[in-house]
């Protein structure tokens, strides 16, 4: 299939899948025009990096792990992917930890400036003075 269709049915974009391609992660055979070919197995290969790079793993480490890849979308033992995959998770608790924190840090600054703003008196209107004729 060509790319067109391909990004047609995983609901990648065309660049996405030149990217894909140029990191190693999708390899398609070219026709004698140019033109990428890609097989039947390269739809599911798509959604496989898709998931995999949504669950915050670098292009690197995609590239580590969908050779462990099944079809159904478990991974089956591959030596050192496990260790790799555990490592992310560890990285991942800790920018979830860091964000949890940066959010109370911006609740606790908001509420401060709302409070100051709630105390500030609001300034009266005044009347217009109308000059003596």
């Known amino acids: 299939m060509l790319i067109g269709e391909l990004a047609e049915r995983t609901g990648a974009s065309e660049r996405q899948l030149r990217y894909y391609e140029h990191a190693g992660l999708l390899t398609p055979q070219r026709q004698a025009n140019g033109y990428r070919d890609y097989d039947r197995t390269a739809e599911q290969t798509v959604r496989q990096i898709r998931a995999l790079l949504a669950a915050g793993l670098s292009t690197r480490l995609v590239r580590q792990v969908l050779p462990c890849a099944l079809d159904e979308g478990s991974l089956?033992?591959?030596?050192?992917?496990?260790?790799?995959l555990r490592t992310q998770l560890v990285r991942l608790d800790h920018r979830a930890t860091d964000l949890a924190q940066a959010r109370?840090?911006?609740?606790?600054?908001?509420?401060?400036?709302?409070?100051a703003e709630a105390r500030q008196p609001r300034p009266k209107l005044r009347q217009p003075t109308v000059p003596d004729v």
């Open 104 to 115: 109370e840090t911006l609740r606790e600054v908001i509420r401060t400036a709302e409070d």
């Open 76 to 84: 089956r033992p591959c030596p050192g992917v496990l260790d790799k």
